[in-house]
Structures are given as C-alpha cells and as structure tokens.
C-alpha cells in the first residue's frame, strides 16, 4: 500500500471512521493531522461500535502505530478520556500512540470563549469544544504545545501570558469570571504527566518510518468544504481539512504521499449552519435522516441531508487531488422512486458549474438536477458489484463520469464486512 491520503469530499460525516480502518489493514502508521475532538469517527466491529474524536481509526487493529501529528489540536483531558474507554474495551495502547510534542493544547479558556463567542456572534454552528480559539492563540503564537507542557519554566511564563490577556476579557468584555493560575497549572502539570509517555518528535519518527518504505495512512477528520481556506467560508472549521493538510499537520513532505481517496455519502449531509444547495423538504428530510441514522457522532445533533451534488466534489476532487473515490451509505437510497444529482447552480441569471465562494451566492442558488430512477430494493446483504440492481449501477457509474474519478469502494451498511469493490 502507497502512502495514502483519506479525505472527505463533502460537509464531514461521510463515513471516513469506517473507511480509514478498512485501509488500515494494509498501513503499518496511521496519522491523525488536523482538527480537535470536534471530529468522531465511527467504526462498527461486530456488535461493538467505537466513536473515536482524537485517536486514529487504525488503534482498532493490533499491532498499528497511531500518530496525532503537529496539525491536531488536542484537549488532554479528552485524550485521556479516549484512551481510558478504548482500554476499558480491551484496545489495548501501551506503546502504540505517539502524540507530536509540537501539537497545540486546548485548555478551558479556550472552550469558554468559543461558547461565549458563538453566542454572542452569528451562529457559525461550531461544537464548543475550544478547537477555533486554540487554533487562533496558536496563529497569534501565544499557543501553548506539549513540549511547553513539559518544561515548567516555559508553562509558567506562557500560561500566565495567557491569562493576563484572557482574563480581562472575560471580565471586560464577557462580564463573567475568568480563570486560576494555580488550579490551570497544576491540572494541566498532572496531564503533562500522565501524558509525557506519549509525547515525542513524530516528524523525525513520520519521515524515518517513510524512508523504511513504511507504509503510512493519513487521516483527515470533518470534509473538504469545511476546510477554511477551500470549505463555505465562513461557516467552516478552524484548519486545513483538506489533502493539503496532510503534509503541513504531520511535517511529511508532499512528495512522499503517493494516493488521495476521497470519501463521500450517495447522497449529502452537514451539521450545523451555512449554505446547502441540495438541502431535503422536510418530509424527505425526516426519512432520510432516520433511516441513515445522520445524528453527530461528536455533539449528537441531527445532520441536515440532501440530494448528492456533484459541485461540492467535483472541487473537491480538484483541491484535495483526489485519486479515487470511495461511496458509503448505498443502502440509505434503497427505498426512493427516483433520486436527484445535482449538476450545477442558478443564481442571478448565471449558471455555475463550478464551486462558487461567494456565501451570497451558496445560500440563494437554485441546484439544477438530473434525475434518475431508483432501484427499490434492499442493498445491505450485497457483498459484489455484479449484484447490485441495475439502476444502482447506473447512480454510480452517472457519479463517477461527473466526477471523472473512479469509483473504487462501495459500503451498503455501518459493518466492516457491508463493503465491496467496484470492479
């Protein structure tokens, strides 16, 4: 297996968790490289199911390093937390997750202001979790790293840098209480502790590992068009959660990645606000949505559905230079008469075929569509391409030509076994 690249190629939630562990079969490192906690990816083993936020999907198999890489942004209470039930599950850690000295530290300062700013602001949608204002001290470079962390001097010096300016705004402008020196220092001294076995260079270990012809998986978490440089801007998520990412969140150089897979649902999902062309009517909605059981792995809210729209990943299939595509959840189209793919938009006398960034635009276009009969019949218990009906073949194989990339995997349920190749 080349050094591969998963991403999503649509609002997140695409079923990367169940994706990523199929490949990790094959990688010998999988690389967690951007977001927070803010992400779940859900693995269904059996009767078991795992929702991982921070950990790689590739702890679930025996023998695999996991990297959080430089890029993560990381809440040690959370990772703690993680590990704890995975151990409490029989997953064993032990030497198997190495955490990046250089990955940034959420502390709960950082979750407090996103509270207060999502309330106070318009309404961006975001998970509370402190994942944007790390990113933001981290941009500032008032962040605080594990190898911070580490050096009591350094702590101190940063820790109380921070609350002099944080503080005050809490205060000043929040009218609400801010934070301890001493109880942050040494709740955050006993993380470092129990933590400081995990923590090491992973770029020296990434790029060592890449020159043995190790084989390595990267793991994006949410989707291209959160991404806050290429997603719908400004309701998007704090980092770069596109292939690019991959390089800058781990300090492995783009030319040592050899594939990127994009991953998408047969149809399409967000979470929270902003702009979606193809969004469901609400009858449509309800069905969807309770048969693909679209409820947030991280926060539990309900994801927004709609028709699949080939804008969204034809650019993300540009941006992210997707190799292949993967398609998950088949099976939740079982029972529609007719289904609908959105080739292009209207808005202003225009037509765009292309992914336009204006949030004007996005929020008010009218999606043109092709529709296509549906195949009313039970998808879950097929194990082969060849056997999926007709009409089924003919909604991928319409997919695949828009997209003009190759339709390699196909999943029809949330177990690892309910996926197939295309050929």
Not at 191 to 201: P, S, V
Not at 204 to 223: H, I, S, T, Y
Not at 379 to 391: E, H, Q
Not at 415 to 422: A, E, G, L, P
Request: hydrophobic share 35%.
């Amino acid at each position: 297996m080349p050094n591969t690249v998963i991403v999503g190629a649509q609002w997140g939630d695409e079923g990367k968790g169940k994706v990523i562990d199929i490949y990790a079969q094959k990688a010998d490192i999988v690389v967690r490289y951007q977001g927070g906690n803010n992400a779940g990816h859900t693995v269904v083993i059996g009767r078991d199911s795992f929702v991982l936020h921070l950990i790689p999907s590739g702890i679930l198999h025996k023998g695999k390093i996991c990297v959080i890489g430089n890029g993560v942004v990381v809440d040690p209470k959370a990772l703690l937390e993680e590990i704890a039930t995975l151990e409490s599950k029989g997953i064993k850690i032990g030497a198997r997750l190495f955490v990046s000295r250089d990955a940034h530290v959420i502390f709960p300062y950082h979750r407090k202001l996103d509270e207060l700013r999502e309330a106070k602001k318009k309404n961006i949608g975001t998970t509370k979790k402190g994942i944007g204002p790390c990113y933001a001290d981290k941009v500032a470079r008032l962040g605080i790293r594990f190898v911070d962390l580490l050096n009591k001097k350094v702590f101190k010096d940063k820790l109380n840098e921070n609350l002099d300016e944080k503080n005050p705004v809490f205060s000043k402008i929040y009218n609400t209480e801010g934070y301890s020196f001493d109880k942050l220092y040494e709740e955050y001294s006993g993380y470092a502790e129990r933590i400081k076995k995990y923590i090491h260079d992973t770029t020296v270990f990434l790029n060592e590992a890449v020159g043995r012809r190790e084989r390595v998986l990267f793991e994006g978490a949410q989707g291209t068009l959160l991404d806050v440089d290429h997603g719908t801007y400004p309701f998007v998520t704090s980092s770069n959660s596109t292939s690019g990412g991959a390089s800058t969140g781990s300090g492995v150089g783009p030319n040592r990645i050899d594939k990127v897979i994009g991953v998408v649902k047969a149809y399409t999902t967000r979470v929270g606000e902003g702009p979606f062309p193809t969004e469901f009517s609400d009858d449509l909605m309800e069905r969807v949505r309770t048969k693909g059981k679209e409820f947030g792995a991280t926060t539990g809210r309900p994801r927004r559905c709609g028709w699949f729209d080939s804008v969204i990943v034809k650019h993300s299939v540009m941006v992210n230079g997707i190799d292949e595509i993967v398609v998950t959840k088949l099976d939740v189209l079982d029972d529609l008469e007719s289904l609908k793919i959105c080739t292009a938009y209207k808005y202003g006398g225009r037509i765009y075929k292309d992914f336009p960034s204006d949030i004007e635009v996005l929020s008010n276009c009218e999606p043109l569509y092709e529709e296509l009969p549906g195949w009313k019949s039970d998808t879950t218990g097929i194990t082969a391409y060849s056997r999926l009906p007709k009409n089924a073949k003919n909604y991928l194989k319409r997919v695949q030509k828009l997209l003009s990339t190759k339709i390699v995997l196909i999943s029809v349920g949330s177990d690892r076994k309910q996926t197939f190749s295309s050929e």
